[in-house]
């Protein structure tokens, strides 16, 4: 078992992986900018050392600042949680090439499903539905054009690096197309320094519900159920429950049988999810690969008791899995509470968070890494913490949901809890009745004042 772990993110996840390393007796060394130097990861690590200045670039995001402090701190193994370096294949080289275990995917691993038009090639070898469309990268405009006849309207053009929404343009009709082709490529180019493009057909009021799998250096893989991640906005989720409501005994089986076929044809060790999109009539299709803990692991961990973090350090360290197929005994929702403005189109809202108050209570798990004094800097993604709710029906996990967020104060920056509060009470989202395009619809309701 490793000795001492290196995590190399900040903020809830940071936070979140000491706790279990703790919990193990492993020692952990905490990275920061000069940004975070007062976030609770800092405060909570055995050791902890600055890499550098705000910009994630010049310190989450260079290499060498990272495995310089795992080198002076003879750390054994470092964990990138989410984001960041957790899914860059050169940077799990870098590890291995210094003797340092990278818990998470190889890097030829991430090299195969990190790039979504080979992944898709490699799902489909592996008798995974995909959603029909190119077969790899599209030449040019041309050859897009003609797919997309060949495909039928409506079609999803996206980045082959892509991820988080960035690079991504549904087009409706034939006379759009040039526009979207364009405007997609240049914004690829411009998050990923690669404009490669690839298409799919477009699903219709698409469900995105993604499996929850773990693999181990046997060759073995287990899925650990789904998690319903439909209520996005801007291709980003906002909250997330499991089980499904769309879910049926009958569909669960095919979707976590595909997801560990798929794991086990690529032999793939570690913690990962694979993504589908469902349509109406409760056909699957894969979407895409993350080869990484996610955000919303938490909901997955609720309903089966199960540390997820915990059984990716111990498959980093060659521990077998157990093998089991996990079906959920209760329902989970997290709502990700970001320093958002929903009642401004969720602008940012950086700044010192004067006074908070958490909410608690049976069936409630609060990951957060603020406190009131904290100042939330404005270079890094607005997520502040996550509220989980877990009970015996989804009913009851909404009812203690609703009752959590009205407890849950935070002032001094504007939150997205607000937004969490009304979607509680959405007449769709109680009746389970929603799908990707639910944020396109919703409205705010005008904020009360006190």
Not at 400 to 421: N, Q, W, Y
Not at 424 to 445: C, I, Q, R, S, W
Request: net charge negative; aromatic share 8%.
């Amino acid at each position: 078992m490793f000795k001492k772990i290196l995590i190399a993110n900040r903020g809830e996840i940071a936070l979140r992986v000491i706790r279990t390393c703790k919990e193990m007796g492993i020692k952990t060394v905490a990275v920061y900018s000069t940004a975070d130097a007062d976030s609770l990861h800092v405060k909570f690590a055995d050791e902890a050392v600055c890499i550098g200045p705000p910009a994630s670039s010049e310190s989450y995001l260079k290499m060498s600042n990272v495995i310089a402090a795992a080198e002076i701190t003879n750390a054994d193994a470092i964990h990138p949680g989410y984001g960041f370096l957790a899914e860059n294949a050169k940077f799990s080289k870098i590890c291995q090439e210094h003797d340092i275990k990278f818990i998470g995917a190889s890097p030829e691993m991430i090299e195969r499903m990190g790039d979504k038009a080979n992944a898709k090639e490699t799902m489909k070898a592996a008798g995974v539905p995909c959603v029909p469309g190119s077969d790899g990268v599209i030449g040019n405009f041309e050859d897009c054009k003609r797919l997309a006849e060949e495909t039928g309207y409506p079609v999803m053009l996206k980045a082959s690096a892509g991820g988080g929404g960035k690079g991504m343009r549904g087009v409706f009709k034939p006379e759009k197309l040039k526009e979207a082709w364009d405007a997609a490529k240049k914004e690829a180019k411009a998050a990923f320094g690669n404009d490669d493009m690839y298409m799919e057909k477009l699903i219709e009021e698409p469900r995105h519900i993604e499996i929850q799998i773990v693999g181990d250096s046997t060759g073995r893989a287990c899925h650990l159920s789904e998690r319903d991640c439909s209520i996005q906005r801007r291709h980003q989720k906002l909250t997330e429950e499991v089980p499904s409501p769309f879910m049926t005994t009958a569909l669960r089986k095919k979707m976590g049988d595909a997801a560990v076929k798929a794991a086990e044809y690529i032999k793939y060790e570690g913690a990962g999810t694979i993504e589908f999109l469902v349509d109406k009539h409760r056909n699957f299709y894969f979407m895409e690969m993350n080869t990484r803990i996610q955000v919303e692991h938490t909901i997955t961990e609720q309903v089966i008791d199960f540390d997820l973090i915990r059984e990716q350090i111990l498959v980093a360290a060659k521990v077998p899995i157990s093998g089991k197929n996990y079906t959920p005994k209760l329902h989970s929702i997290e709502c990700r509470i970001t320093a958002e403005d929903p009642y401004n189109d969720f602008r940012p809202s950086p700044g010192k968070i004067t006074t908070l108050h958490a909410p608690g209570g049976h069936g409630v798990r609060l990951d957060t890494h603020v406190y009131a004094g904290y100042t939330v800097p404005p270079n890094y993604d607005s997520m502040i913490a996550k509220l989980i709710t877990t009970a015996q029906t989804r009913e009851e996990a909404i009812n203690k949901m609703k009752r959590a967020l009205d407890e849950f104060v935070i002032e001094g920056i504007k939150t997205s809890i607000p937004f969490h509060r009304q979607l509680m009470d959405h007449p769709d989202y109680l009746a389970g009745n929603y799908t990707t395009k639910f944020m396109e619809d919703f409205v705010m309701e005008k904020q009360i004042e006190e």
